[in-house]
Every structure is written in structure tokens, then in C-alpha cells.
């Protein structure tokens, strides 16, 4: 499944990001993040991606804002993020909210005191592990239940006697656990194809 707009506030450490607008149209897909320095931002979008406003390179007027929401419309972006504070744009009017809903794109707000470093790769890990995983959606359940098992297998390579010593278990206990796991994945996929994208989404996931 891709990513979308919705899902933007639940992701490990965005929760002070906050939908404000536009959410008739949460569903739509977020093919990357794009941080706007310029006044205009239609030449160097290709649609599709939420975009970032964060007014330090550009005085953002209430006016330009709204622009900016006219001309995500005009490119097809996923979404618009405002960054608010006391430095630079203090808060979303409530006109420009008005405006979202009626243009149908998610308008969100977003705190300078949350780095954009932060934000934009944990949005780009989610989009790359929503491209990479596909129909694999027991992805999260699987990685909260058996990190230590993952990270033992990683370890050790694969070696079940080693990850057995390491874990501080018998060799038919890895075995299993290791079957459980190839028993969560859909019907029809590879077993041997899916072990290796959770190992992945694990390494993706940095814990």
C-alpha cells in the first residue's frame, strides 16, 4: 500500500504534524517530500509530492500561502505542510484551511521546533518500505514481535546454532519461530523472497 496524506501525523515522531485542511482528499499518494525555498515551486515539482513551506528563505504572506495552494492544485502535489512558529510564519490563517477543504488538498502544519531532517527521512523510509513491501501488510506486527529474532539472524548470518547460542535457546526453538514468521506472509509469495524483504524493512525501520 502507498503512502498517503493521512497517514503523514502517525508515523514514529511526526504525531505534532496536524492535518488542518483539504482532508477529503487524505487519500492521496505521497511519491516524496519537497521543500519549497522559492516563490513558486511549479517548475521543480513533478507531482505527487508533499510539499514543505517554511517561510526562512521567503517572507510567506497569507496571500503567497494561498498561492501556494493554488498552484499545488495546478501540479498535482499530494499535500501542502506549513511550518509555523514565532520566527517566521506564526500560525495558519483560518481562511487558508477554508481554502484547502474547498481545493480538496491536505493542508498540514508543522512546528519549526521538529527538524525537517527528522521528518523527511522518516517520510522517505515510509514511502520507500510502502514501495518495497508491497502487499505484505503483517510488515509492522512482524517486526514489533520478532526484532530480536531478526537482529540475531542478521548477526549470525542465518546460522540457526549460532542464533540459538545468542538468544540462549534450542536450535528447534529458531526453527520454529523462523516458520511463524514465513506463515504470516501472503499466499502465493516466495517464502525465501519475503523473509529477505522483512530483514530489510527491519534494517529500514533502524531499530
Given at each position: 500500500?502507498?503512502?498517503?496524506?493521512?497517514?503523514?501525523?502517525d508515523l514514529p515522531g511526526l504525531e505534532a504534524i496536524r492535518l488542518r485542511g483539504g482532508s477529503a482528499a487524505g487519500n492521496n499518494t505521497v511519491r516524496w517530500p519537497y521543500v519549497a525555498e522559492n516563490r513558486s515551486f511549479r517548475d521543480w515539482v513533478k507531482g505527487g509530492e508533499l510539499v514543505f513551506v517554511t517561510g526562512i528563505s521567503r517572507h510567506r504572506s497569507?496571500?503567497?500561502?494561498?498561492?501556494c495552494l493554488y498552484e499545488?492544485?495546478?501540479?498535482a502535489i499530494s499535500g501542502l505542510v506549513v511550518l509555523t512558529g514565532d520566527a517566521y510564519i506564526g500560525q495558519l490563517p483560518n481562511s487558508l484551511c477554508r481554502l484547502a477543504d474547498e481545493l480538496a488538498i491536505p493542508l498540514f502544519e508543522q512546528p519549526y521546533s521538529l527538524p525537517m531532517v527528522i521528518v523527511t527521512e522518516t517520510i522517505g523510509r515510509?514511502?520507500?518500505?510502502?514501495?518495497?513491501?508491497?502487499?505484505?501488510?503483517?510488515?509492522?506486527q512482524v517486526l514489533v514481535s520478532s526484532g530480536e529474532l531478526l537482529d540475531a539472524w542478521i548477526t549470525c548470518r542465518g546460522n540457526q546454532s549460532a542464533m540459538a547460542e545468542a538468544l540462549g535457546c534450542h536450535r528447534n526453538t529458531i526453527r520454529n519461530r523462523l516458520q511463524q514468521i514465513t506463515d504470516q506472509l501472503p499466499a502465493g509469495r516466495d517464502p525465501e523472497e519475503g523473509f529477505r524483504t522483512l530483514l530489510l524493512a527491519h534494517m529500514l525501520s533502524g531499530k
Open positions: 500500500m502507498p503512502l498517503r496524506c493521512r497517514e503523514i501525523p497569507p496571500q503567497n500561502l494561498a498561492e499545488g492544485r495546478e501540479c515510509a514511502i520507500v518500505q510502502a514501495e518495497t513491501f508491497g502487499d505484505m501488510e503483517c510488515v509492522p
